[in-house]
């Protein structure tokens, strides 16, 4: 069994300044770990993936995550958001066999000017 | 670019009506999925298929059922809607990495957005 806990629901954050979405995972097998972002009426579009090799991933628009075995987390960060971010954030993660996904609740980060 | 393509963005049924949810990728993945968004609650799994013709229940399964009668296509189907089935749906789509393993990587459609009167 797999599970995800984003630690938090909203994020209010200043236009700039940087920011950070938390997120937790257990599993019993290894894992490969995601952050899907999903704007307003949109699906969701890959940020980041976690596969293998280097604990620290690059995503698209500035983002990066990293990946924790022993505290078992997957944070993602950016060092200067943009209004342009706001959305919501999804975690994710799916087991080493099958392929399934599980996702965190969402955690919605409002940039304010 | 993988496309995922939802027929509907928005459907409002009545109650007990029988609802078509059309999901069509064209990459020639072999996995698909449908998932439910509701606020708070993240996404939930309803069901996947690994192959055509072939169907797994996730967490989610009850009052809905799905075909996939070509791999490019994947139904969800409510027999007889009702109002706590009114929500976004998902379709999405994945595929095993060449010679690798099934990292589970999604492609979503854009959703459609199902009101139930």
């Known amino acids: 069994a797999q599970s995800v806990t984003q630690l938090d629901s909203q994020v209010p954050v200043f236009e700039e300044a940087p920011v950070e979405l938390r997120c937790n995972y257990s599993s019993s097998v290894s894992v490969y770990l995601f952050w899907y972002v999903q704007y307003p009426n949109q699906g969701l579009q890959l940020l980041l993936k976690y596969l293998s090799g280097s604990t620290l991933v690059k995503g698209i628009n500035g983002f990066e995550a990293e990946f924790n075995k022993s505290q078992t987390s997957f944070h993602l960060r950016k060092p200067s958001v943009h209004i342009s971010d706001t959305a919501e954030y999804f975690c994710a993660v799916s087991g080493y066999l099958g392929g399934k996904s599980t996702f965190g609740d969402g955690t919605t980060l409002t940039v304010k000017p | 670019d993988v496309k995922v393509t939802q027929s509907s963005r928005y459907l409002v049924k009545r109650t007990g009506e029988k609802v078509f949810l059309e999901c069509v990728q064209d990459?020639?993945?072999?996995?698909m999925f449908w998932y439910r968004q509701d606020p708070g609650l993240g996404l939930r799994l309803i069901y996947f298929?690994?192959?055509?013709?072939?169907?797994e229940k996730g967490d989610i399964p009850e009052g809905y059922s799905v075909s996939r009668e070509k791999k490019e296509r994947f139904s969800l189907i409510l027999e007889s809607a009702s109002t706590n089935q009114t929500s976004m749906y998902l379709c999405?789509?994945?595929?095993?990495?060449?010679?690798?393993?099934?990292?589970?990587?999604?492609?979503f459609g854009e959703g459609s957005r199902l009101t139930v009167l």
């Open positions: 990459m020639d993945h072999e996995n």
């Open positions: 298929s690994y192959d055509v013709k072939m169907k």
């Open positions: 999405a789509s994945s595929t095993p990495l060449a010679g690798g393993p099934n990292t589970g990587e999604l492609f």
